[in-house]
């Protein structure tokens, strides 16, 4: 007796030849293409590099929120100063 096995459509070439060979692994009969959902959606390289870049692009934010401490200095202790009145 064989048993039919229900095809998808592959990601990578399009064709419906995705086929479920054991729980967590996918093959594509066309194009040899493999997926292993036993790991989650995403890999640890995948992890790795998205958490990366949201710790680079906060730095960045924070690295440019005050890109001259200088400037914003002098202009704060000119505020504070107390304005003399040349008019007596």
Same mark, same amino acid.
């Given at each position: 007796? /064989?048993q039919q096995q229900?095809?998808?459509?592959?990601?990578? =070439?399009?064709?419906?030849?995705? &086929? +479920? +060979?054991? #729980?967590? %692994?996918? #093959? =594509? %009969?066309?194009? @040899?293409?493999? +997926?292993?959902? $036993? #790991?989650? !959606? !995403?890999?640890?390289?995948?992890?790795?590099? &998205?958490?990366? %870049?949201i710790i680079l692009?906060?730095?960045?934010?924070l690295v440019n929120?005050?890109? @001259?401490? #200088?400037? $914003? /200095?002098?202009?704060? @202790? /000119?505020? %504070?100063?107390?304005?003399?009145?040349?008019?007596?």
């Open positions: 007796m /064989s229900d095809t998808m459509e592959c990601p990578r =070439c399009g064709e419906k030849g995705l &086929v +479920r +060979r054991s #729980q967590n %692994l996918y #093959q =594509c %009969l066309s194009c @040899n293409f493999r +997926r292993d959902f $036993s #790991q989650g !959606f !995403f890999g640890k390289e995948t992890l790795l590099t &998205v958490v990366g %870049l692009i906060l730095l960045l934010l929120k005050n890109p @001259n401490p #200088q400037d $914003s /200095s002098e202009g704060l @202790n /000119s505020t %504070l100063k107390p304005k003399i009145n040349s008019n007596k």
